[in-house]
């Protein structure tokens, strides 16, 4: 029985052994090269393996059980330049010790563009609003001036220009028009102050009653005209129109060579 007793113990001490002699350990430390200061939560790992570990409030890390071997060992962290020591060689029962110093860098990524659109008709307004971008302009066949624009849009009759500008069957005088949150609008002679060019706007917004107190003066619409923002680019564009003399006046043909003397 005492001899059976020491064969099993004896293998048992024979097998720890082994196992013992087969890994090993790597730790070390990870800091800042510029400042010296350790990096908590850089990350280690044994490249080609699943073996790793990550730096702790002291900079510090250790690899446990490693296999007997020769290792890539690299270390990495967010903002800094990852730093690989090549050719680690682990020995059984033995702990190597690396220290890594980590550089920063800038941290690069490709351009990211957000693009928001926002539905012509919001539905979370008391008011019923119009919003009008300049990509929706330009691409409106019919209407070449800013009062063709607005006067295409639903509830609204008559020509903001000549003075006779409706919105919901009320007087012209009850409209207001704002440019870049300044009014405009004459409420005497029922029209705007000054021309508006087409190709400076950014977003025509016509409100149709129940609007909010900021948009004073007005008790059947108003219309709120935003500008584009200047730039240091140069552009130009060129709009014409042909108006037939035919068409806009009253009495003979404008075109019978008696009128002309």
Known sequence: MNRLTNLIL???LITSSVFASTTGKIRGTIIDAESGEPLVGANII?????????TNLNGSFIILRVPAGVYNVEASMIGYQSYLFTNVKVEADRTINIDFKLSPEA???EEIIVTAKRDLVRLDVSASETNIQANDIAELPLASRVEDIIGMQAGIQGNLVEGDLQIR???ASEVNVLVDGYSTYDSKMAKVSFPINKGSIQE???LRGGFNAEYGEARSG???IVTKTPSNDFHMSLDYQLEPAGLRHDGPDAYDPSVFW
């Not at 044994?46 to 990550?54: E, H, M, P, Q």
């Open 10 to 12: 004896l293998l048992i």
């Open 46 to 54: 044994l490249k080609g393996t699943t073996l790793g570990a990550a």
């Open 107 to 109: 941290i690069e990524s």
């Open 169 to 171: 069957a009320g007087d």
């Open 204 to 206: 025509v917004k016509v």
């Open 222 to 224: 108003v219309v709120n």
